[in-house]
């Protein structure tokens, strides 16, 4: 049964600010270097840590984060990425990994929540500057928050779109709907992908705009409180100035890395929430099994072979996110170092997939029969770790680095062919 309830807006609209005349900010800005963490990241850190014990219970009784998004939007996760110039920390991507990978242990629901917000970002910190685009990234420092609305349900393939924008006199309206519009229930913002052109474009409408419905009818086994259902768009006004057309190809590349960047840092924070969640289960299992070498599981070098196993597999699928964060922040530095980020993104997906299939299937080996109580709720690591998964299939991702690797060629940016 299809619900749409009722979430609390964020913070009101960021009004049009005056562009700063002597604020004239990169379009591809480095990262600022600090020697202590900026005093948000312990404000962010606080909220993540109170996520981590509630987590199991929400999902398995289906209570959607509209709260938990909303504290982590306050804390200050979603303007982590913004341009110092336009009010934010401009912290480096590499940070952002580390905080993405800590939120998807504590709730992995949240941290792909957020992929839409964190990409637009990403998208409004490569274009040059312009009302539109000052004015949303001032409002992302503000602690606004952004949803995707880009796939359709409809058509051959992600490049068929059926939304579309019509012109009456001197507007532009919005119509149309979309499909795994994951977080844009909980958002301030939508980011509707439309065709434009002879390609594609972003339009920003406001969430709670005239004609505009969202429904929380997601019925994936996996991520169940993301809220990635259906939204419908009819007569949505749009402000020319908040299109954005997908023209640029360093752009396009980059977002197709750094969305698949946040996809695998989700699955590495799943695996690091087994290794922990396994431990916790081995500290305090008193039966074994009578061809056990020892009678104590805490001692038995077998059942400890497997912790080992699955804390090495989530020591792997981190330190595979982080270097896809390096090459991204290197990528923002130097254009030239793209075709690097491109590759490392593509095979933390192959990899991070792979690993928390291993470790999701390997951990009841050392956790006993009894972990797989549906009161525990352990499931819930391979469910969501294979709808994560499942996005972007890790089968086209090993052939793009194959190619690169024998024929030194790239496919197209994802963008540029309507995904995102």
């Not at 597999?313 to 130097?334: I, K, N, T, W």
């Not at 590759?343 to 192959?350: D, G, N, T, W």
Request: glycine share 8%; aromatic share 6%.
């Amino acid at each position: 049964m299809s619900v749409t309830p009722d979430v609390p807006p964020g913070p009101a609209a960021t009004p049009d600010v005056p562009r700063d005349p002597a604020a004239t900010p990169d379009a591809r800005p480095d990262s600022a270097a600090t020697s202590a963490p900026p005093p948000g990241l312990d404000a962010i850190r606080a909220v993540i840590r109170d996520l981590y014990d509630d987590a199991p219970r929400r999902e398995q009784e289906r209570e959607l984060p509209a709260k938990q998004v909303r504290e982590l939007a306050e804390a200050g996760l979603g303007a982590l990425r913004v341009p110092a110039s336009h009010g934010g920390p401009d912290l480096p991507v590499t940070t952002l990994a580390e905080l993405l990978v800590e939120l998807a242990a504590a709730d992995s629901n949240l941290s792909q929540i957020l992929r839409g917000h964190l990409g637009l970002v990403e998208l409004l910190r490569q274009r040059p500057a312009g009302p539109g685009r000052d004015r949303l990234l001032r409002a992302a420092a503000a602690g606004e928050l952004f949803g995707p609305a880009g796939t359709e349900r409809s058509g051959a393939d992600l490049r068929t779109l059926s939304t579309y924008l019509a012109t009456e006199g001197e507007a532009l309206y919005l119509h149309g709907e979309k499909f795994y519009t994951t977080g844009s229930l909980f958002a301030d913002r939508l980011n509707v992908l439309v065709r434009y052109r002879n390609g594609f474009a972003s339009a920003i409408v406001p969430r709670h705009a005239p004609g505009v419905e969202i429904t929380d009818d997601w019925d994936g086994f996996g991520q169940r409180l993301t809220a990635s259902g259906t939204a419908v768009f009819t007569r949505v006004p749009v402000d020319p100035e908040l299109l954005f057309p997908h023209e640029d190809t360093f752009t396009n590349d980059y977002l197709d890395a750094f969305y698949q960047f946040v996809h695998s840092a989700t699955q590495a924070g799943i695996i690091r929430r087994l290794a922990d969640d396994l431990s916790e289960l081995v500290r305090g299992r008193v039966r074994s099994y009578p061809l056990a070498p020892v009678p104590s599981p805490r001692s038995d070098p077998q059942v400890l072979a497997v912790v080992g196993q699955v804390h090495s597999h989530a020591f792997a699928a981190r330190a595979a996110v982080l270097s896809v964060a390096e090459a991204l922040d290197a990528a923002g530095r130097d254009p030239a170092l793209l075709p690097e980020a491109v590759v490392r993104s593509a095979a933390a997906q192959v990899l991070n997939t792979r690993l928390a299939g291993e470790a999701s299937w390997t951990f009841f080996d050392a956790a006993s029969a009894s972990a797989v109580k549906t009161s525990l709720n352990l499931d819930r690591h391979w469910r969501n770790a294979r709808t994560v998964s499942s996005h972007n299939p890790a089968i086209y991702k090993a052939a793009l680095i194959g190619e690169y690797a024998v024929n030194g060629t790239l496919p197209g940016g994802f963008l540029n062919r309507g995904i995102s």
